[in-house]
């Protein structure tokens, strides 16, 4: 049983950066990998990135890599999405999950939501 609640989104302008974090409820929160999602109005839940448990393997939407980097800190049950160079096109509201599954990409498949944290990049 995970419990997860996301904060730092806000308004940015294009260019600026954010980190959103992902504070987590339970002592086995490093056993499951994490994941960012975002969704923007009238879209379907889109992938961000993901972190799998042990913190090695990482994977990224191609409109994200190289501006975007997901981290975990254990000792705080943490997980963090960076974001720099933000876009307007960023603009969504973002998810953090948890789950055991390896096909990260597809939402369907994580087992704990966030309420979700919400970030606009204004041009």
């Known amino acids: 049983q995970v419990q997860l609640v996301e904060s730092g989104g806000g308004l940015v302008q294009a260019g600026g950066s954010l980190r959103l974090s992902c504070a987590a409820s339970?002592?086995?929160?490093?056993?499951?990998?994490k994941g960012w999602f975002r969704q923007a109005p009238g879209k379907e839940r889109e992938f961000v990135a993901a972190?799998?448990?042990?913190?090695?393997?990482?994977a990224y939407e191609d409109s994200v890599k190289g501006r975007f980097t997901v981290s975990r800190d254990n000792a705080k049950n943490t997980v963090y999405l960076s974001m720099n160079s933000l876009k307007p096109e960023d603009t969504a509201v973002y998810y953090c999950?948890?789950?055991?599954?390896?096909?990260?990409?597809?939402?369907?498949?994580?087992?704990?939501w966030g309420q979700g944290t919400q970030v606009s990049v204004s041009s």
């Open positions: 999950a948890a789950g055991r599954s390896p096909a990260w990409r597809t939402a369907a498949v994580w087992t704990y």
């Open positions: 339970g002592r086995t929160f490093s056993t499951y990998h």
């Open positions: 972190i799998n448990w042990s913190g090695i393997t990482t």
